[in-house]
């Protein structure tokens, strides 16, 4: 069974970091594809990031997140990590972990950055 749990959202003030994770079991993690999304309530659910399988020498970013959060990979751990540095009020959304290639979304950890 395809699972992915996320996990490392909370509150943070303006300016500040935090670091997501995401488990994957139930799949060979390593040839997939992983992606980060977020969502507002009211709006479409975005792309924030996404790493190549392997190693993960390919990665794209949303424009508004460019400079500022970094996907990686453990193939060790079967986890994917979204860092958020200079976190703005307009990060905050709930944000999912995704294997395209799966079709799978995991539940979702919200982030919110307010002072």
């Known amino acids: 069974q395809v699972q992915l749990v996320e996990s490392g959202g909370g509150l943070v003030q303006p300016g500040g970091s935090l670091r997501l994770s995401c488990t994957a079991s139930?799949?060979?993690?390593?040839?997939?594809?992983m992606a980060w999304y977020r969502q507002v309530p009211g709006k479409q659910r975005e792309l924030v990031a996404v790493i190549s399988s392997g190693s993960g020498g390919n990665i794209n970013y949303a424009d508004s997140v460019k400079g500022r959060f970094a996907i990686s990979r453990d193939n060790a751990k079967n986890t994917v990590y979204l860092e958020m540095d200079s976190l703005k009020p307009e990060d905050t959304a709930v944000y999912y972990c995704?294997?395209?290639?799966?079709?799978?979304w995991g539940q979702g950890t919200q982030v919110t950055v307010s002072s």
């Open positions: 139930g799949f060979i993690f390593r040839i997939n594809r």
């Open positions: 995704h294997a395209p290639a799966k079709l799978a």
